[in-house]
């Protein structure tokens, strides 16, 4: 009876599961941009939807959550209580850097978010990297779990990416390790963005896991390949 009651209470006292998730919309404009050096940063519009208990809970925490998020995605405002099947979110829109490859790692060191997309013009095209600033991730972490007793782990993390073709005409693109328009792309696949069109990116679990815990991946994650 005594272990009974005990892992009742142990279960009682253990922080619940949060699940996190972030959208970014990159247009392929911008990322021209900041390639050719017209621009050496841009911010991005960005969807963070955390997992809350209870509608009631997510409309008496917005305000405090978005102060929170400020901190890590710039000028932050709340977008909406949503629900997907049984689950509950709290859904706040900001602003996530996208920044040329030269002179980044400066930029990042004077700023206080997590979360980056690293642009550069190579060979192959404009090449695409996201970058995850590990310690201060962990310390959001560490933020959500004091302050709401909720647990932010690997498995509770998912991240997309929507490229809009604002351009002329059609792009060719390459992207890795994500789902495509829900389509897994096994590696990496190419695929050709319409204009006025965008390309729905999904990061695959194992990729996800590995900026989670390095930080950033040597494969580009998007290759917008030059115009003709």
Avoid: W
């Avoid at 005594?2 to 006292?13: D, G, K, N, Q, S």
């Avoid at 404009?29 to 017209?38: F, M």
């Avoid at 998020?69 to 629900?83: D, E, I, M, N, V």
């Avoid at 993390?157 to 994500?178: A, F, K, P, T, Y």
């Amino acid at each position: 009876m005594f272990v009974r009651i005990l892992l009742l209470l142990l279960a009682a006292l253990a922080l619940s599961g949060c699940k996190f998730r972030t959208y970014t919309d990159l247009y392929i404009s911008d990322l021209e941009e900041v390639a050719a050096g017209k621009a050496s940063r841009m911010d991005a519009s960005i969807l963070i939807s955390i997992q809350v208990p209870t509608p009631d809970e997510c409309r008496e925490k917005a305000g405090e959550v978005v102060t929170l998020l400020a901190r890590y995605f710039g000028k932050t405002q709340f977008h909406q209580c949503a629900r997907d099947g049984f689950e509950d979110y709290l859904v706040v829109r900001g602003n996530v850097p996208v920044l040329r490859a030269a002179g980044a790692d400066a930029v990042i060191r004077k700023d206080r978010g997590f979360l980056y997309f690293i642009v550069e013009r190579k060979a192959s095209g404009i090449v695409v990297h996201p970058r995850l600033v590990t310690d201060r991730y962990r310390g959001f972490q560490a933020l959500v779990s004091r302050r709401y007793s909720m647990q932010i782990d690997a498995e509770d993390v998912s991240m997309g990416v929507v490229l809009r073709n604002d351009g002329r005409g059609e792009r060719q693109v390459e992207v890795c390790g994500v789902y495509a328009d829900q389509q897994a792309v096994p590696f990496c696949g190419a695929t050709t963005v319409p204009r006025r069109r965008y390309l729905d990116l999904q990061l695959s679990t194992i990729l996800t896991r590995y900026l989670l815990k390095h930080g950033r991946n040597a494969i580009p994650l998007i290759t917008v390949k030059v115009a003709q």
